[in-house]
């Protein structure tokens, strides 16, 4: 295998290998902390105002709040899911968390008190109660920047595999009617050469659904 090619196939594994981690469900997920923090952002409040609404929901004398109850728990079982890596931002997302007309009404007899305040309390109380269902990741813009330079990364390696391959990186196979078919070596004749234009994103594709080709690069 010659050298640039060589080099350029590493770079784009790592690339690609660390792509894969943080953006899969578990690698984009805040810590309870960050969690916290980008949901009381997105509410405008701070842990004062979460625990004078806390205090609605624990006063046993206090309004019944049955619909924002049952919407506390949708939301709380939303924190807890994968699906849900970081705080939604929009209150009108928070509808089909059960964050209805009935709920609306509730908050708005408790001074101060929406949505995206029930959404951040809901964080809290997870927080608290589940502190397994939170992630790594201690920044969000810090994970966004990140993978913005993964991609711009990526597509520059793609564009290099497609061009910085060399006669020793290739294998030339006829088939019966004589037709060449032209491969890179280290995919075993299965990832084609041409079209240029996507032979990079092709070939670490197959390496990395392969990891018996990825063994073989030294």
């Known amino acids: 295998m010659s050298k640039v090619f060589e080099e350029n196939l590493k770079r784009a594994l790592a690339v690609e290998r ?3 981690k943080l953006t899969s469900l578990s690698g984009q997920r805040l810590t ?3 969690y916290l923090d980008a949901a009381m ?6 842990v004062k105002d979460l625990t004078r609404l806390r205090r609605e929901f624990e006063d046993p ?3 019944s709040l049955e619909a924002s109850r049952y919407a506390l728990r949708k939301i709380i079982s939303a924190c807890r899911s994968p699906q849900y890596p970081w705080p939604i931002a929009e209150p009108g997302k928070l509808r089909h968390l059960g964050v209805d007309a009935a709920v609306l009404a509730e908050l708005a007899n408790i001074p101060g008190a929406t949505p995206m305040q029930l959404f951040a309390l809901a964080v809290q109380i997870t927080g608290e109660r589940h502190p397994e269902s939170f992630g790594s990741v201690e920044s969000l813009p810090a994970w966004k920047q990140r993978i913005a330079e993964l991609e711009r990364e990526r597509a520059e390696l793609y564009a290099k595999l497609g ?11 006829v088939d019966g009617d004589g037709r060449v078919s032209v491969s890179f070596k280290v995919s075993n004749g299965e990832v084609l050469v041409h ?3 996507t032979a990079g994103e092709r070939l670490i594709r197959f390496l990395i659904a392969n990891p ?3 063994a073989t690069i030294s």
């Not at 952002?41 to 701070?46: G, I, T, Y």
């Not at 061009?163 to 196979?173: A, G, I, N, P, V």
């Open 163 to 173: 061009t910085s391959y060399q006669r020793e990186d290739r294998l030339e196979t």
């Open 195 to 197: 079209p240029e234009k």
């Open 41 to 46: 952002k997105n509410a405008r409040c701070d």
């Open 18 to 20: 660390e792509y894969q």
């Open 32 to 34: 309870a902390k960050a």
């Open 212 to 214: 018996p080709a990825q």
């Open 61 to 63: 004398d206090g309004p």
